[in-house]
């Protein structure tokens, strides 16, 4: 028997039963729908905490205190403002440092109040990173010196704080204590929903007396080029490490948090499509327990078929096409759904979701191959059927 | 004679010259023979032998009844003559041919050239239209849909079901199902026809209308039909009867051909 010839026939045979096949397909089409979802899920978050780390600017090192590992406590911080003239002095350029040391604080104008990130840092800041003012000024040399209480404000902080109203030269009252805005940040957009535009930088000098603290958190430093960021990050590290004795330091670089990053969200994703892929696999049971039903319910055809000259094959290719045409549907379905509720996340929710086309080709291999896997073992029932017997069978 | 003396006739010596409708010259082998066949079948711990030892040589354009009581091995003959099912030991020819060296798909694709069946309960599928259940073994040969449906539309002319092309079997009358059913044992245009108790399931007159028409064909097709019957009319309209009992054969000289003669 011809291919074609199994597909209209298992067609004809799938209609006969629609809403059985329709049951029966709605394994798949759950198993399938899930996978693409999360999967788009998955690589939706990669890209964003992807854009949000390149978006920092180009050639960038943090240093931190302590070893750097995901899941640990940050160490308490042994860096001091005078480590960044250190190391700008090491890489020969104080322009390519910048500090910051960080607090969640209540920012207030008047009875208006929003929770932000409060950023102490220096004048280098938009010298190191990406981060240009749409209004005003960013904090100068003189401002950080002398410990001016002066506060460039994110997009979603000024916009709480002021609404309508031009922000720059107005006050604002951090953790009680008055700064005066000098400038505003363009918008950066929002990651899984969260702001990333509600902060307020001041001068380090500032912060830390309003923080009632000496140390700082981090110093990002500027490579000035792709190549020098290698033998710069253990020069940093050598450096400190020298300067305080006992102590660990460590030099991310924006490739290393991508990567590390990278390789979490990835087994997340790929934890979350082993998951769904279960529901997939229980979808294949469903598939081939109906088949088995189908074949047994089908006996006197199969024996009748056998008796007409159809050879232990064609019967076989009859119900494992029957099977695959039933799965390969389904999964299709299930790529539609999936995909349809992916972009509908992506648009109306704040989860970012992005359709990994390998996540499709996988799906549609999967489903086939669920047909083939779950179906073999009931075709091949049918296949061996004894016409005699069959034909006998009432 | 015993059975097995039957068998060795049958097998080795062939038709005489006596022969009056065939070409002495050409003396074609039987559509299908059987030599010595037995056919036992394990129940539980015994044994029931339904074959005992049977010899049957069925000639090209032979019409002949398989008569005989319940249970005395009718349809187990037909599975063997058919390829359906293998013997316990004997031979089963087609054509001359031996069918022991055959595995089931080689037996599948022969009876899909030269047997064609017709059942008591019809067996058609339900949900396939006439032209489609008797194009059906044409499938299996891998024909183009538009032969099938030509040749399928043919048989079903030659039956006189031309104005039934796509009726479903439900509805269609039991004597117009059975006539799709030869259309369908007939449409691969096989040297034998074989069908058990074709009229089992009909009534007296749709049943003369089916013998009619098989008749007919044997007449004017030369197709060979072996039929079951437990209708002495019926088996006595045919050329040759085969009686069995106990899974013999009653008188073994009518197992071979009636031109033959029983004192050949
Ligand atoms: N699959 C089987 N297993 C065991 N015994 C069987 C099997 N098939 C047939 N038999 C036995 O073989 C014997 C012959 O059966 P068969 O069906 O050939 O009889 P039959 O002559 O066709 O009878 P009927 O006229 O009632 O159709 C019976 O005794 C039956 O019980
Ligand atoms: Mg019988």
């Known amino acids: ?394 | 004679m015993s059975p097995l003396e039957g068998a060795q006739r049958a097998a080795s010596q062939g038709p005489p010259e006596a022969s009056s409708q065939v070409d002495p010259q050409a003396s074609p082998p039987a559509a299908v023979e059987a030599v010595d066949v037995r056919r036992s079948y394990r129940v539980g711990s015994g044994q029931v032998d339904a074959l005992r030892g049977v010899s049957v040589s069925i000639r090209p354009g032979d019409y002949v009844a398989l008569i005989g009581p319940s249970g005395s091995g009718k349809s187990t003959l037909m599975h063997l003559l058919g390829l359906l099912d293998r013997p316990t030991s004997g031979q089963v020819l087609v054509a001359g041919r031996d069918t022991r060296t055959l595995d089931d798909d080689g037996l599948a694709e022969l009876r899909n050239r030269t047997i064609g069946f017709v059942f008591q309960a019809f067996q058609l599928l339900a949900r396939t239209t006439a032209v489609d259940n008797v194009a059906l073994p044409l499938i299996y040969r891998g024909a183009g849909r538009r032969e099938r449906r030509d040749r399928a539309v043919a048989a079903l002319e030659a039956v006189g079901l031309g104005h039934r092309l796509d009726h479903r079997p439900a509805q269609l009358s039991g004597g117009e199902q059975q006539r799709v059913a030869i259309a369908r044992a007939l449409v691969g245009e096989p040297s034998l026809l074989l069908a058990d108790e074709p009229t089992g399931n009909l009534d007296s007159v749709t049943g003369a209308e089916v013998m009619a028409t098989l008749e007919r064909l044997n007449r004017e097709r030369g197709v060979a039909v072996m039929l079951v019957t437990h209708d002495r009319d019926v088996a006595a309209r045919a050329g040759r009867q085969i009686r069995m009992r106990d899974g013999l054969v009653v008188d073994p000289a009518t197992a071979a051909p009636v031109a033959w003669g029983p004192d050949s």
């Open chain 1, 1 to 394: 028997m011809k291919l074609g010839e199994a597909f209209s026939s298992a067609l004809t045979a799938l209609r006969a039963n629609r809403l059985r096949s329709v049951l029966t397909m709605l394994g798949v089409i759950i198993g399938v729908a899930a996978v693409v979802i999360l999967v788009a899920i998955g690589s939706g978050a990669k890209r964003e905490v992807e854009r949000q780390v390149e978006g920092l600017g180009s050639n960038l090192i943090l240093v931190v205190p302590g070893q750097v590992q995901f899941g640990s406590a940050p160490a308490l911080s042994r860096l001091q403002l005078e480590d960044a003239a250190f190391l700008g002095r090491l890489v020969g350029n104080q322009d390519a440092v910048a500090v910051t040391v960080s607090s969640g604080e209540q920012v207030r104008v008047g009875n208006r109040m929003v929770f932000a990130n409060v950023n102490g840092t220096t004048e280098t800041v938009p010298l190191v990173f990406d981060r240009p003012l749409a209004r005003g000024r960013y904090l100068s040399g003189a401002d950080v010196e002398t410990r001016r209480r002066v506060a460039v404000l994110g997009s979603q902080t000024a916009r709480d704080l002021f609404g309508d109203v031009e922000p720059v030269g107005r006050q604002v009252t951090i953790a009680g204590v008055r700064f005066r805005v000098i400038g505003v940040f363009t918008e950066i957009g929002s990651t899984f929903g969260v702001s990333r535009d509600l902060e307020v930088h001041v001068p380090v000098s500032a912060a830390q007396r309003l923080f009632g603290v000496e140390r700082i958190d981090a110093i990002a430093v500027k490579a000035p080029n792709l190549d020098a960021i290698g033998p710069l990050q253990s020069r940093i590290i050598a450096a400190l490490q020298d300067k305080y004795e006992g102590e660990t330091f460590s030099a991310v670089t924006q490739t290393q948090i991508l990567g590390t990053v990278g390789s979490i969200l990835g087994l997340l994703t790929i934890v979350l499509a082993a998951i769904a892929g279960i529901s997939l696999v229980v979808g294949g049971v469903g598939v081939s327990n109906i088949m088995l039903v189908s074949v047994r319910e089908r006996t006197r055809e199969i024996g009748l078929r056998k008796a007409l000259g159809a050879r232990q094959r064609d019967v076989l290719a009859q119900f494992l096409v029957e099977a695959v045409v039933l799965t390969t549907v389904g999964g299709l379905i299930g790529m539609g759904l999936g995909v349809g509720a992916a972009l509908a996340a992506d648009r109306f929710t704040q989860l970012p979701a992005e359709i990994a086309w390998w996540s499709l080709a996988l799906a549609f291999g999967v489903s086939v191959a669920v047909g083939v896997f779950f179906g073999v073992f009931p075709a091949r029932r049918a296949g061996s059927l004894d016409p005699v017997v069959a034909l006998r069978t009432e």
